[in-house]
């Protein structure tokens, strides 16, 4: 028989469960959305950024591990 004090541990390990999985598709959708934007850009926009091609998969990485802003209401 499961407590009422087991059902909520479970319930909350659940939750949290569930953000880190939300967090990691964010951090995915992130990354992946930022690498096809900034693939699409030629050579010169890349070095008018300062990015070479082959920076593309690790700049990605970097902007998607940083927390989102929060979107603005208008």
Do not use: C, F, H, N
Not at 16 to 41: P, Q, S
Not at 42 to 64: N, T
Request: overall charge positive; charged content about 35%.
């Amino acid at each position: 028989m499961i407590t009422p004090l087991t059902a909520r541990l479970i319930v909350a390990a659940a939750l949290r469960l569930l953000r880190a999985i939300t967090g990691l598709i964010d951090r995915w959708r992130r990354r992946r959305a930022t690498r096809r934007t900034l693939m699409a850009l030629d050579d010169r926009q890349l070095k008018d950024i300062g990015l070479s091609r082959s920076e593309i998969p690790r700049r990605a990485g970097e902007v998607a591990s940083k927390k989102a802003a929060p979107r603005r209401k208008g």
